[in-house]
């Protein structure tokens, strides 16, 4: 047996979501009281382009909405676990963010929770794309929603310091993970990733960074930063694959990586992506004014640091991203990717 029909078999009182299952969910939904009982499903579909959940777009004679289940494993790679409680600490971050207008007003509204099957429902933001789309290079975020991202980001960020149950959002095992992929796999000597069947030479670029033993060094330290508790609460995969162009403006989705922890590395990710992607200094400038630091102890020199990490893991890791760049740019980027995380020592 393969692992998904273990784990179903194993689990019993799951339902498991279906694109092809309209019966089962009717039932489902109507159990929860998620469906009226004069609402038919008229369709299911894929809600978008996503690799961890299942999320599907459930159309019925009255609206639309989106099921998102986490299953205890990836659902586009099934032979490879992953941490089932994702689901419940999504859930937790959007019942948390509830409360708080700006916050709430940039992201769907949590329509219920199912702990048992790892299932939340979300109000539909319509079937616009993620911005994944930027990545193609044609298009660039406008300085206005540069400051609406910095905006919830500050938000978030100082909205939740002193709430009390931060241990509920360890979300230590997606933590672990995401660290394995950011700060570890990368630069492990022979991790066996064919970076040439990406982009031809790739590898021997990436063999110069997994040779600067100082580089990897600075990386693993940052990489236990990365997994000490904070006081912010993070979204913690805050790039364009989690915002959405919806009718009313830019939203976020998708904080099944969040935790308390340092901001920097937050915004150092963000960072990342808008030099991946190509935005102006202009642009960087208005995202460092408008983002406010919760922490006196802000430290702007780290935001760099996790940026050129960040791009480091996205060139050479395994969660690659649809630049449209060839090997002189990657071998650009990867050595800006040193030059940032290296600054401070030079200086020391
Ligand atoms: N509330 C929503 N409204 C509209 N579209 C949505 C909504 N939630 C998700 N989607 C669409 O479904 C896609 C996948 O959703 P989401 O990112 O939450 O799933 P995921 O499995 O966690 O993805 P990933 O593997 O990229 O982390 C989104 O990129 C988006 O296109
Ligand atoms: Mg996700």
């Not at 590395?265 to 208005?286: K, N, P, W, Y």
Request: aromatic content about 10%; overall charge negative; some cysteine.
């Amino acid at each position: 047996m393969n692992i998904p029909t273990e784990l179903r078999t194993a689990h019993p009182d799951v339902y498991w979501l279906a694109e092809d299952d309209h019966a089962g969910l009717t039932n489902y939904l109507l159990d929860w009281q998620w469906l009226a009982a004069n609402e038919a499903i008229h369709t299911v579909t894929k809600a978008g382009e996503g690799n961890m959940n299942c999320t599907l777009r459930v159309t019925t004679n009255e609206r639309s909405f989106i099921v998102k289940q986490a299953r205890p494993w990836v659902e586009k790679y099934p032979t490879i676990a992953a941490p089932w409680e994702r689901a419940l600490i999504e859930g937790g971050f959007y019942q948390l963010i509830a409360g708080a207008a700006t916050l709430q007003q940039m992201m769907p509204r949590l329509l219920g929770s199912d702990a048992v099957s790892r299932i939340n429902v979300f109000e539909d933001l319509g079937a616009s794309d993620d911005l994944m789309r930027l990545y193609a290079g044609e298009r660039k975020l406008e300085l206005a929603q540069i400051e609406t991202l910095a905006a919830y980001l500050t938000q978030l960020h100082r909205g939740f310091v002193r709430y009390e149950d931060k241990a509920a959002f360890a979300n230590r095992a997606m933590r672990t993970l995401n660290h394995f992929h950011i700060f570890v796999f990368p630069l492990q000597p022979a991790n066996g990733f064919d970076l040439d069947a990406i982009t031809p030479g790739l590898q021997a670029a990436a063999q110069k960074l997994k040779d600067n033993a100082a580089y990897v060094a600075r990386v693993t330290q940052l990489g236990e930063l990365y997994l000490q508790d904070g006081d912010a609460l993070l979204h913690g995969d805050f790039f364009p694959g989690s915002w959405l162009q919806a009718a009313d403006g830019l939203k976020v989705i998708d904080p099944e990586f969040c935790f308390f922890g340092a901001a920097e590395f937050e915004l150092g990710v963000m960072l990342a992506h808008l030099l991946m992607t190509g935005h102006s200094q202009v642009v960087i400038d208005r995202l460092w004014q408008s983002y406010q630091p919760a922490s006196s102890n802000w430290q702007p020199a780290l935001v760099e640091q996790f940026a050129g990490i960040e791009i480091m893991r996205r060139l050479i890791g395994v969660a690659q991203l649809p630049l449209r760049l060839g090997l002189a740019e990657k071998t650009v980027l990867l050595e800006h990717s040193v030059a940032i995380v290296m600054h401070d020592k030079e200086n020391e």
